[in-house]
């Protein structure tokens, strides 16, 4: 079983959580960021730099990371996670090529 973590913007939350479940039932052990679920929480900037961290870390541990680049859209944050994926040699798979099949 292949360990897959999901990156992308949260603003596609949604998608990235109906991917998850895809993936899953194909096989995958899926990794995903932290949604933000807490209406009044304020983060600290420490705590966006675990939440960060904690991703990487994901990202580490996978075997592929797949890109949520709904409408085509990759983000500052996504850009640098994709640069980190291939500078540590992690398949890279994206949303929009697997809507395509």
Do not use: W
């Not at 990235?16 to 679920?37: F, H, N, S």
């Not at 890109?67 to 859209?73: A, C, D, S, T």
Request: aromatic share 8%; proline share 2%.
């Amino acid at each position: 079983m292949k360990i897959m973590t999901i990156c992308g913007s949260l603003k596609f939350q949604k998608e990235m959580m109906e991917m998850a479940e895809k993936m899953a039932l194909d096989g995958y052990c899926v990794l995903t960021p932290i949604y933000p679920v807490s209406n009044n929480l304020n983060i600290t900037d420490n705590q966006l730099k675990y939440l960060k961290e904690a991703h990487f870390k994901r990202i580490e541990l996978s075997d592929i990371i797949l890109v949520m680049n709904v409408n085509n859209y990759i983000g500052e944050s996504t850009s640098l996670e994709i640069e980190y994926a291939t500078k540590i040699e992690k398949e890279i798979i994206y949303y929009s090529d697997l809507i395509k099949n």
